[in-house]
């Protein structure tokens, strides 16, 4: 019997966890748009299995197409989409740091994303630049 209560809770915490991912997915998707906008593309899209389960998304864009003026305005814009507003925070923080650092010739900058729980923004700069890709307005 305490078996079956055990396996019960279980399965009621992983619907819980499904139904927040899928919330966090459909973030996700409405943050598609204006990370176009920005000029980024999706590089790859991963699903991780567990406990807990993950999707991740690496999107590349040249640095070239990066307005870092136009963050705060996205942010405000969006400040409803937790997703979004943490990835322009996290690229905004990038550039700062980035600007500091001195002239470093990176061309492109992938912005890596992971939907689970908690969720995670890490921004990288590299030294080649994507295929170019249309960017579409805000």
Do not use: C, W, Y
């Not at 055990?6 to 966890?17: C, E, I, N, P, Q």
């Not at 996290?90 to 002239?103: R, S």
């Not at 994303?113 to 921004?123: D, E, N, W, Y």
Request: hydrophobic residues 50%; proline residues 5%; neutral net charge.
């Amino acid at each position: 019997m305490a078996f079956k209560d055990l396996m019960d809770k279980a399965k009621d915490a992983a619907s819980g966890v499904t139904d927040a991912a899928g919330k966090l997915v459909d973030e996700f998707n409405q943050a598609l748009p204006t990370m176009r906008a920005l000029g980024f593309t999706i590089k790859d899209l991963r699903i991780g299995s567990g406990l807990t389960p993950q999707i991740g998304a690496t999107l590349v864009a040249s640095t070239d197409t990066i307005e870092v003026a136009k963050i705060k305005t996205l942010m405000d814009q969006h400040a409803e989409n937790k997703i979004l507003v943490n990835a322009l925070k996290a690229l905004e923080l990038a550039f700062h740091v980035k600007q500091q650092v001195g002239n470093i010739p990176f061309k492109g900058v992938e912005l890596d994303v992971t939907l689970g729980l908690p969720p995670h923004v890490g921004v990288a700069f590299i030294s080649t630049a994507p295929a170019a890709a249309p960017v579409a307005a805000v």
